[in-house]
């Protein structure tokens, strides 16, 4: 057991808070009655509480103060007013605190909770399938103890990772809103794929299974993907000319622009969050 014996909040268990749930109790990594949880509306805890057996309190409050962890998983500009509901605070003081509130930077969450070990988490919405990108900073008071207890949680549900809290922004355009670039090129390739004729449902089979297969063989084989690349292009093949083709749309400086322009649009995400009392 993760927590043997004792007991994890998740603050706001809404898709992706549930989607952690679902993944802990998959791995066999804590049972339902370790896992406390909190929604804003009584329909939707006792829902999550029919699908997975999980014990759900009626305020944050009551939540945080049965835990030994804690899990924030409400929208970023909740985030403050959350920890500053009376008694939160104190009821917080050494446990592990992990934020996966988009732009909410571990500087903000420090300065609300001075005397707890934070973490902060960006997840990704394939979480839902146990096919997620998880991606950890730690605060100053969080150790690998802390670290450990967070990277277990979240491998449950797919791959985790830590960097240095600067670059989150950066994990934030391409880990968390990445997922949305890419079913943009599975449309577009399964477009193409109308275009010439094939089936609708075969085409987006066929797309979405060309990028499951190609991201696989980039992980599992530790290749360059401009080695895998040059695996498929044969010489004067139809490769090579649907790849002149791409580069005469520019489609290296779009993708990497869009992971720019993300990134800078989820530095002011938190903003909001840090004027909230």
Known sequence: MLLAGRTLAIIGC????????????????????????????????EAVRQRHGVRIATDNLQAIAEADAVLIAVK????SKVLHEEGVRAALVDKPVISIAA???????????????VIRA????????GQGMTVLARGQRAGDAEVALAKKLFDTVGLCLEVED???????????????????MIE??????????????????MAAQVFQGAARMVLSTGFHPAALKDQVTT????????????????????????????AKVASELGRDSSAEK
Request: glycine share 12%; with cysteine.
């Open 122 to 129: 960006m997840p990704n919405t394939p979480c839902l399938i």
């Open 103 to 117: 732009g909410v930077t571990l500087a903000q969450l420090q300065g609300w909770l001075p005397e707890s070990p």
């Open 166 to 184: 600067k670059l989150m922004d950066a994990v934030t355009s391409l880990g968390a809103s990445g997922p949305a670039f890419v079913y943009v």
């Open 188 to 205: 577009a390739m399964a477009d193409g794929g109308v275009m010439m004729g094939l089936p609708r449902q075969v085409a987006l089979q």
């Open 235 to 262: 010489p004067a093949g139809c490769t090579i000319a649907g790849i002149l083709t791409m580069e005469d749309g520019r489609i290296r400086s779009v993708l990497a622009r869009t992971i720019q322009e993300a």
């Open 76 to 79: 970023p500009q909740r985030v």
């Open 14 to 45: 809404g898709t992706m808070g549930e989607a952690i749930v679902a993944g802990l109790l998959r791995a066999g990594l804590l049972a339902p009655t370790q896992i406390v949880a909190t929604t804003r509306r009584h329909e939707a805890a």
